[in-house]
């Protein structure tokens, strides 16, 4: 995507939250408002013709938008290309009593490989929890297919999505929005965000004189 970003003409985040359901769903066409553009973008170009840019609410009621700046050339093919990436957020309150000394909540992470597994010990895990109540090797998080699936690897207090405990050993999908435990409701805990990005990238002799950059895309 580094590569990619160099190149980008348009650039399309999407942040998908989906209401609190066991089914994701993502926001039609038809749902998308159109108020004035709050969002700062900066546009160099001796061919650009126009910038739009579209504001629209996400699924749930809190504030949050989705940008699109997209723009228009006189010449020059171009291509979109488009990645789903997945985002754990901390949702645990961060509580460090129930261990017994003072342990810092973990961060957020991004799963950027196809395969990850998320445990205790560093030696044997990609994502690492430092948490007294998560396993070595707690579970394992693949994408497939556009999907996020979990697998609990046998672990002494257990992997749960949204309170219901897994089963070891078998991959079960995670909608986005939904709440996954590794073990601790307090530390680990975290709140599953699918993100699609897409990139417009014009042709070389299109690209030479034409340049789009998003400057921010902060809401209030």
């Given amino acids: 995507m580094e590569a990619a970003a160099a190149t ?5 985040l999407f942040s998908t939250t989906p209401r609190r359901s066991p089914i994701s769903s993502f926001a039609s066409p038809s749902l998308l408002l159109r ?9 160099s170009s001796a061919k650009q013709q126009h910038l739009v840019c579209l504001a629209g ?6 504030k949050s938008r989705v940008l699109r700046c997209s723009s228009s050339l006189a010449d020059g093919a171009s291509t979109v290309r488009s990645s789903v990436r997945w985002v754990l ?5 961060g509580d ?4 017994g000394y003072k342990v810092a909540r973990p961060g957020a992470f991004e799963i950027a490989s196809d395969a990850v597994t998320v445990g205790r010990v560093a030696d044997k895990a990609d994502i690492v929890l430092p948490v007294a109540t998560v396993s070595g090797t707690h579970a394992r998080l693949e994408k497939k297919d556009g999907r996020l699936f979990v697998t609990d ?12 405990r897994l089963n070891p050993g078998f991959p079960i999908p995670i909608d986005p929005g939904s709440l996954i435990i590794f073990g601790d ?3 680990a805990m975290f709140r599953v965000r699918k993100m699609i990005v897409e990139a417009t990238s014009e042709t070389d002799a299109a690209r030479e004189e034409t340049k789009t950059e ?4 902060a809401t209030s």
Wanted: charged fraction near 15%.
């Fill in 8 to 12: 980008t003409s348009s650039l399309v």
């Fill in 35 to 43: 108020p004035p553009c709050n969002y700062s973008c900066s546009v």
């Fill in 57 to 62: 609410p996400w699924l749930n009621s809190k």
């Fill in 89 to 93: 957020d901390p949702a645990g309150d």
């Fill in 96 to 99: 460090w009593r129930h261990i």
């Fill in 153 to 164: 690897l046998d672990s002494t207090n257990g992997t749960y999505i949204n309170e219901r």
């Fill in 185 to 187: 409701i307090h530390l």
């Fill in 214 to 217: 998003v400057v921010s895309a």
